[in-house]
Nanobody, 123 residues
Framework: QVQLVESGGGLVQPGDSLRLSCGAS????????MGWFRQAPGKEREFVAAISWSTSTAIYADSLKGRFTISRDNAKNTGYLQMSSLKPEDTAVYYCATDRIVRPTNPLEYRYWGQGTQVTVSS
């Protein structure tokens, strides 16, 4: 079993930066991906970014490239999502997930999810 805990969310102003953390415990397989997804009120869960635990391979949603950076620290079993130039439309609950998957952008392929952390971008 794998457990994930997100942290780092909060209320920020447009243009601010924020770094989310995802601490993982349990059996982490080197071939697993870590993914970040977000869900705004009334909207479906959408892909943000994903990275392999074993390589530098990273995937981003096209609309977020250049503003968001995904990374991981394998020694700490922790993943990160660095968010810059935040916009009101980035407001959502952000979730991290992990699993051995074929398509990292597909939330249906992840078995293990954190509880989510709220990010609110507002002036």
């Amino acid at each position: 079993q794998v457990q994930l805990v997100e942290s780092g969310g909060g209320l920020v102003q447009p243009g601010d930066s924020l770094r989310l953390s995802c601490g993982a415990s349990g059996r982490i397989i080197s071939s697993y991906f870590m993914g970040w997804f977000r869900q705004a009120p009334g909207k479906e869960r959408e892909f943000v970014a994903a990275i392999s635990w074993s390589t530098s391979t990273a995937i981003y949603a096209d609309s977020l490239k250049g503003r968001f950076t995904i990374s991981r620290d394998n020694a700490k079993n922790t993943g990160y999502l660095q968010m810059s130039s935040l916009k009101p439309e980035d407001t959502a609950v952000y979730y991290c997930a992990t699993d051995r998957i074929v398509r990292p952008t597909n939330p249906l392929e992840y078995r293990y999810w954190g509880q989510g952390t709220q990010v609110t971008v507002s002036s």
